[in-house]
């Protein structure tokens, strides 16, 4: 028979420990990946860039093994809204067996602009697995001042 050492039990520890299982996980899922235990992290949202110019906002999204058939973009209301769907097949035949594996899901991604926008001028460009999107911005409202007479 084997002797087992005791060791206090720590409920302290036990909860930090599955706080940090939460947050890893949390994070994960946050960056737009799901983890897959056979394939490792696998693609689910697009990961973003975002820069601004003094004309422009430009938007950078990672979009890999995906044509520019499989998404969409849009702009409404300040709101910029890159939607896809990626079916991916992979298919193997040797002398002794056939292996066939299907990956499907749908993804979706919205981002707030910080300025208005010329909906007119907006272009997008996709090459490489990198969608690139330029947004010119409108010019700044002036304030105007006014003044109101007391009585």
Known sequence: MALIPWREI??????RSEMDSVFDHFFDLAAGHEFDPWEGFVFKTP??????????IIVKAEM???E????????TDNILTIKGEKN??????????????????SFYRSIILPYDVKV????????KGILEIKLPK?????????????K
């Open 10 to 15: 720590n409920p302290l520890a036990e909860l």
């Open 47 to 56: 990961a973003v860039d975002m820069e601004e110019t003094d004309k422009e």
């Open 64 to 66: 890999p093994g995906l």
């Open 68 to 75: 520019p058939r499989d998404f969409q973009i849009s702009l």
């Open 88 to 105: 991916e097949e992979k298919k193997e035949e040797k002398k002794n067996y056939h292996m066939i594996e299907r990956r499907h899901g």
């Open 120 to 127: 007119d001028k907006v272009e997008a460009n996709y090459s």
């Open 138 to 150: 409108t010019e700044p409202k002036k304030a105007k001042k006014i003044t109101i007479p007391v």
